[in-house]
């Protein structure tokens, strides 16, 4: 991977009269990277994809492809494959009929084309499947035909959309290995669709997670989990998500928040530990509790004021209906505006928030002003 940018959306939009698919996207995929387009349903990622495909035209804004103005190409002079959730195979045609069969239509000699095929067979785990219909092949090995296609047209930019929808759990897993593994050997430019969270952060370079036509927050995936820029993308961003409180359940215990009506807290499963009596920050009722081998998750319910998630190591025996007291590092929490969502600078130092006031007054600055937000 390369920052040169090797797919650049500038100021990209696109409606259907009422319908916003995206809103003024500016997005550069470096050379080589694995990009996923993250988000709810509907929320403008498809649409993304399909203008950089050329299947659709934006309204305004300009697309660039390795430098090119690609806004007006045809697909095909894009130099792109696509992968799609529906494999999109021809039924009739064999397994290495299915492979070639846009090389044939480019008119590619067929020594060449069958060099290209045994190429791919061999990338995708897929020899001694030649002779097969796609009928008679398990939804992994579709998808990796479909996937050969890709690789026999030899485009150093590949576009997938959901393309492991169809599949079980186990073997989404492992097809997401060898679709990364494949990515890597060829040093492709993948831009990949998903709404699953998991997926996105397990397989990208790069995260892009997008909200209503537009781009919510972008990065690494460690990027992301660890500094989300808003509360949208704490709560989407991690399994199990943020758990974000308002911060009145807090500052009502603590009295550390100058203004708690008007911030969010969150805090990770992982930052949040067991504490006794007298080092509890605050307390909750068990709501449930998932045993998982290595760890437990438990969901505690804040009295009128949500639930938190704690995640604890092995097994936690707590029964549903307890009472329990629960601590953690003002490092960790996370804080939000409660109106915006936007990240608000962090609390490393609690005391700092009211630093300024009179002892038991609480100090009328803004969230953050004091504190230092932690790296
Ligand atoms: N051809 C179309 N005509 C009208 N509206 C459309 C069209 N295509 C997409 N939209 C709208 O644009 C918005 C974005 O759609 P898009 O398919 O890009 O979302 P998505 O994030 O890919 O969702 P999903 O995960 O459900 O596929 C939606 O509100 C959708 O209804």
Redesign the pocket.
Same mark, same amino acid.
């Given at each position: 991977m390369t920052d040169t940018p090797f797919v650049q959306l500038q100021g990209i939009s696109k409606h259907? $009269?009422a319908? +916003? %698919? *995206?809103d003024n996207l500016d997005l550069s995929v470096p050379r080589g990277a694995f990009v996923v387009l993250l $988000?709810? #349903?509907?929320? %403008?990622? #498809?649409?993304? +994809?399909?203008l950089i495909a050329g299947l659709?035209e934006a309204d305004s804004g300009r697309i660039l492809i390795d430098g090119r103005d690609a806004t007006y190409a045809s697909p095909a002079e894009r130099s792109l494959s696509m992968v799609f959730q529906s494999y999109a195979l021809f039924p009739h045609l064999s397994v290495a009929e299915n492979i070639v069969f846009g090389l044939k239509v480019r008119k590619i000699a067929r020594d060449d084309r069958d060099a290209r095929l045994k190429r791919a067979l061999a990338l995708t785990g897929l020899e001694g499947y030649e002779d097969r219909k796609p009928g008679e092949l398990s939804g992994g090995q579709r998808q990796r035909v479909a996937l050969a296609r890709a690789v026999v047209a030899d485009h150093p930019l590949c576009l997938m959309?959901?393309p492991l929808s169809n599949l079980d759990a186990k073997l989404r897993h492992s097809v997401r290995q060898e679709i990364r593994a494949l990515q890597r050997r060829l040093a492709m430019t993948v831009i990949y *669709?998903t709404?699953d969270q998991t997926e996105a952060m397990t397989m990208a370079d790069m995260v892009v997670l997008?909200k209503n %036509?537009r781009i919510e927050q972008s990065g690494s995936p460690a990027a992301l989990y660890k500094r989300p820029a808003t509360s949208f993308a704490a709560n989407f961003v991690g399994s199990p998500p943020m758990s974000l409180l308002p911060g009145t359940a807090v500052a009502a215990v603590t009295g550390h928040f100058p203004d708690p009506e008007a911030v969010t807290i969150g805090l990770r499963a992982e930052s949040v530990r067991l504490a006794g009596t007298h080092d509890a920050i605050v307390h909750g009722s068990v709501r449930q509790s998932e045993f998982l081998g290595a760890e437990t998750f438990v969901v505690l319910e804040m009295p009128g004021e949500g639930t938190l998630t704690a995640r604890l190591a092995g097994e936690v025996d707590l029964s549903p209906g307890s009472s329990v007291g629960l601590a953690w590092d003002w490092a960790d929490v996370h804080l939000f505006d409660r109106e915006s969502g936007n990240r608000l600078p962090g609390l490393s130092d609690p005391a700092a928030w009211n630093k300024s006031a009179p002892s038991g007054e609480v100090a009328s600055t803004a969230p953050g002003s004091c504190a230092a937000e932690q790296e």
């Open positions: 259907w $009269g319908s +916003l %698919g *995206v $988000g709810p #349903s509907g929320c %403008g990622k #498809s649409t993304t +994809l399909r659709e959309d959901e *669709v709404h997008m %036509g």
